[in-house]
């Protein structure tokens, strides 16, 4: 039961800890956005760099970039222009969806640039190396702090989840009400209407005297 448990909390870290790390290509002139949702208070590191196509030789200058990476409010927290590599690293004040945005200038004739982008959160981005380096701790000791930090990240993450789910029930119930009263006052405006087509009628035939 015991080495059950422990199998899923493992596989359950090992979720956590997979990084964000991806290859894409970016045509000049255009803009590619990666968003990741990130609780506040979350550490957050990223690393990216261009893809020489030409091993050996130096990049081409038609190889640069500029990476803006915003949070979901439009705050700032990284800026980099006209760059063939870069770094990031920040603790997220805000909970929501991060941008990391990347723009290669208009070329002519038109150049494909490749990236390579690599984004950490939360575990994942902590570096364990050193953490090793300074306390000078045993294997199995390192491997328990990463446990411990990995079931605090779950738990952390259940929270988090459990108050989105709030704010999505809160909003639902909110649009259920308004939607109510929109027909309400649909029905009342229609039967006015009605009431006021009626009356019309019935004088406009009196003044006809057909009634």
Not at 158 to 170: H, I, K, N, V
Request: glycine letters at 6%.
């Amino acid at each position: 039961m015991l080495s059950k448990s422990l199998g899923i909390i493992l596989i359950l870290g090992f979720l956590l800890n997979l990084s964000h790390s991806l290859r894409f290509d970016l045509q000049s002139g255009h803009t590619k956005c990666i968003s990741e949702d990130i609780k506040s208070n979350s550490m957050t590191v990223g690393k990216y760099h261009i893809v020489n196509p030409n091993e050996g030789t130096p990049l081409p200058d038609t190889h640069k970039v500029t990476v803006r990476v915003t949070s979901a409010y439009g705050n700032n927290y990284h800026t980099a222009d006209h760059v063939e590599s870069g770094q990031f690293a920040y603790t997220a004040a805000e909970a929501g969806d991060y941008m990391a945005c990347f723009w290669s200038p208009e070329h002519n004739p038109p150049v494909t640039v490749t990236v390579d982008f690599d984004w950490k959160t939360g575990v994942a981005a902590k570096d364990w190396g050193s953490v090793a380096k300074k306390g000078t701790v045993e294997v199995m000791e390192l491997e328990l702090k990463k446990l411990m930090d990995t079931v605090n990240s779950i738990h952390e993450e259940m929270f988090y989840l459990r108050e989105r789910e709030e704010e999505m029930q809160a909003l639902n119930r909110a649009t259920n009400s308004r939607m109510y009263w929109l027909g309400v006052l649909s029905v009342v405006i229609c039967l006015s209407v009605a009431g006021l087509q009626v009356w019309h009628l019935k004088h406009f035939f009196e003044r006809k005297k057909l009634l």
